[in-house]
């Protein structure tokens, strides 16, 4: 990976275009809040009605929407690339597995999978999301 | 417009090259099977001749199959200028998504639910799906 990740060492051109399919300060900051989503809909404070068969998808949020779009084909062969799709959406099986587990009122089983896997797969993808969003400070 | 078709203006031998790789890569024949059978699996399911442990969202996911796997790996090498392998990778994960909500609604012991959506939605996608593969199939088939 690394140096000869495209990813994340594009030139300024191609993170101008990139700025314009997408913004990627937003995408970190969704799938971040993600995590206080989750954590609500255990506490039973959240207002929200959340469908883990929806959130299991990792092609209908604003990411996930330019991943597997555009970004598909400009870092088809990029092996970071390859690794931030299969972390994005194992981050979103994971995180609809948090809600089945609330909605089949096993709480423990839903908080210690938010504590547990969550928390490292949701790690990786923001690294990833971050270091993308900072292309020269790799 | 149909897969390989970006293709098709480069010379003979670069077309020949990707169907071998492609051929190499995947059976789409047996992709095609294990979709169309799906059909089958969900129906014992849900009559309840079912000795499986289906899990909503493993089938959801559209990156375990081995067709999945393919078209999220080798399968950007040499498809990812291609507009049919998107629209192929799209009617994929719907398939996936409507499959798995299959199995979700009769978790939530809504059968007629289960069915209704079988008979109708999951049908639409599957032959989608399956239509894709065979156009795949054909072309690959037609050297």
Not at chain 1, 65 to 92: I, K, N, V, Y
Not at chain 2, 27 to 36: F, Y
Not at chain 2, 70 to 98: C, E, M, Q, S
Not at chain 2, 109 to 134: C, F, H, P, Q, T
């Amino acid at each position: 990976m690394g140096i000869l990740s495209n990813l994340f060492g594009v030139s300024d051109s191609e993170n101008a275009d990139i700025n314009d399919e997408i913004n990627i300060a937003e995408a970190i900051t969704a799938h971040v809040t993600w995590k206080v989503r989750l954590q609500k809909y255990i506490d039973g404070k959240s207002d929200e009605k959340l469908d883990p068969m929806i959130i299991c998808r990792d092609d209908q949020c604003t990411l996930g929407q330019w991943m597997h779009g555009p970004a598909t084909q400009r870092f088809h062969a990029d092996e970071a690339f390859r690794t931030l799709r299969s972390d994005h959406a194992h981050f979103h099986y994971v995180a609809a597995n948090v809600v089945r587990y609330m909605d089949e009122r096993d709480q423990a089983g839903a908080q210690a999978l938010l504590k547990g896997e969550y928390s490292k797969v949701s790690h990786n993808v923001i690294m990833m999301l971050l270091k993308l969003h900072q292309p020269n400070s790799k | 417009m149909g897969f390989l078709s970006k293709l098709f203006g480069q010379p003979g031998n670069n077309r020949a090259k990707v169907r071998t790789a492609i051929s190499s890569d995947i059976n789409i024949t047996d992709a095609i099977s294990a979709h169309v059978n799906w059909k089958a699996r969900l129906e014992n399911y849900l009559n309840g001749n079912s000795a499986e442990e289906l899990d909503p969202m493993v089938i959801c996911r559209d990156d375990q199959c081995l067709l999945g796997k393919w078209i999220h790996g080798p399968a950007l090498t040499y498809l990812n200028d291609d507009d049919g392998f998107y629209r192929l990778r799209k009617n994929h994960a719907n398939f996936h998504f409507v499959a798995g909500n299959v199995v979700k609604k009769m978790q939530e012991n809504d059968k007629a639910a289960a069915y209704a959506l079988l008979n109708s939605e999951y049908e639409r996608v599957s032959s989608e799906i399956v239509n894709d593969l065979r156009d795949l199939e054909q072309q690959l088939a037609d050297a």
